[in-house]
């Protein structure tokens, strides 16, 4: 418990909460002899004003935790990857097919760049290796700029929001 009724003590209070959660039911999963078979994928969401974040693209940083004793090997990977990424690396994993899932990439394939997209109210976001380029859509300008080459980051986040777009309103 963190001790404090201020907002960002109760904000962490409440994901110390989840966190407990999470452990008992993975305890749970071991006292019922299920979690040699059973894969966790735990991925963060964000959209919350708290705690605060260094940047806007620091602020849709998210881990994604692959755990569970299905899993015969430990790994750390550092790629930059994407909410959309989980679907594709998954079924790669199962060896099925994931073309339809035109928006992701295997993360634990070395084949292709690392790159994130994120969208936010009125704003888009990209990330790569060594770029990072938040913009406001709304003011027509770039927001936040990071990296080697940030400039053709705009226009890569650009097309991407116009695919997402033009898939969403096609279904």
């Known amino acids: 418990m963190i001790a404090g009724n201020d907002e960002l003590s109760l904000f962490y209070n409440a994901h110390r909460y989840t966190d407990d959660c999470l452990k008992e039911y993975m305890h749970d999963l071991q006292k019922a002899g299920l979690w040699d078979n059973t ?3 735990i991925l963060g969401d964000h959209g919350h004003r708290l705690p605060p974040a260094k940047s806007k693209s620091a602020d849709f940083a998210i881990p994604m935790i ?19 990424d989980l679907t594709p690396t998954l079924l790669a994993q199962l060896g099925l097919d994931a073309r339809a899932f035109t928006f992701g990439k295997n993360v634990l394939s070395a084949q292709g760049p690392e790159w994130a997209f994120f969208a936010f109210n009125n704003g888009i976001g990209y990330v790569n290796k060594d770029n990072a380029v938040v913009f406001d859509n709304a003011g027509r300008r770039v927001k936040e700029q990071k990296g080697n080459i940030p400039g053709p980051t705009v226009e890569v986040a650009r097309r991407i929001q116009h695919a997402v777009v033009g898939d969403f309103l096609g279904r």
């Open 66 to 84: 692959w755990t569970g004793g299905a899993i015969d090997t430990t790994f750390n990977q550092t790629r930059t990857t994407s909410q959309t």
């Open 39 to 41: 894969l966790v994928i």
